[in-house]
């Protein structure tokens, strides 16, 4: 073996090892997973044997590797990337884009948006630009704009969230099991970021007059004197085969409340 594969032999063994970890599986779990067997995995990780490029594949499906660290694995093992990372502007995604945008127009009223895996917004719907529309433009130009940051922030909805504590904790709560899951660097510090924003003391009148039976944690906010509450779903693509595809969420907010679909009707719709 030359210098060069038992290099790469080392580098992937020792990423595999670790996401392996980060999962909590055994060797023998995850042969069992993979069809290998623990001794060859065991082999991997240490660098004395060099996985193919399908076992990389394999192991990193067991191991719920996220595709764009799959294709770090397959260049660690001296592969080239499998996984394409396609510009969302490209043309060979304008179908894409098509259906992203009628998704968001045909729920309107109700808030919609696109983000990607740093929560970056990609696009938006006109019942979240009402919501949005009262944000400053200091906090509305610094681009690209990030739904965690124009919540959180101090000069974002943070202050007229009036559930804030348990909303706040819900998201960064999001927010951790995701640096968990692919271990990126960018979503670290943006958590770092927002979790350092100060939390304003709770007021009188901070939390809904009368308890209501919902059926999700929701955000209950304050919206040109009417208060509103949603509640949130997130989407994702099913068996992407691109990177970028990969890494799109699809965010709606869920009216909680007859006031509230009666408001958004009025106003956006």
Do not use: C
């Not at 098509?98 to 983000?115: D, Q, S, T």
């Amino acid at each position: 073996m030359t210098t060069a594969a038992r290099k790469n032999t080392s580098e992937v063994g020792r990423l595999l090892r670790g996401w392996r970890e980060q999962r909590r599986v055994s060797q023998l779990e995850l042969a069992l997973r993979a069809d290998s067997s623990a001794r060859h995995i065991s082999f991997v990780e240490t660098g004395r044997s060099r996985p193919s490029e399908e076992l990389v594949l394999r192991l990193a499906e067991h191991l719920d590797v996220p595709m764009r660290e799959r294709n770090s694995l397959l260049l660690a093992a001296g592969y080239a990337p499998r996984f394409s990372e396609t510009p969302l502007d490209d043309p060979s995604l304008g179908s894409l884009r098509e259906g992203l945008e009628r998704l968001l127009r045909g729920y309107e009223p109700y808030p919609a948006l696109i983000v990607d895996a740093t929560y970056n917004v990609i696009a938006a719907n006109r019942g979240l630009a009402a919501l949005m529309a009262s944000l400053p433009e200091e906090l509305l130009g610094r681009q690209p704009l990030n739904a965690m940051r124009l919540t959180l922030h101090p000069q974002g909805l943070a202050p007229r969230i009036r559930n804030l504590r348990e909303w706040r904790g819900h998201l960064l709560a999001q927010m951790e099991r995701q640096i968990a899951l692919a271990r990126s660097e960018a979503l670290r510090e943006l958590y770092e970021e927002v979790a350092a924003y100060p939390v304003p003391e709770e007021t009188p009148g901070s939390a809904p007059a009368e308890p209501v039976p919902y059926f999700a944690l929701p955000m209950v906010i304050e919206h040109d004197g009417h208060v509103l509450s949603f509640v949130s779903s997130i989407s994702t693509f099913n068996t992407p085969m691109d990177v970028t595809v990969a890494e799109l969420a699809v965010e709606t907010l869920l009216p909680a409340d007859a006031a509230t679909v009666k408001y958004l009707q009025s106003e956006v719709g």
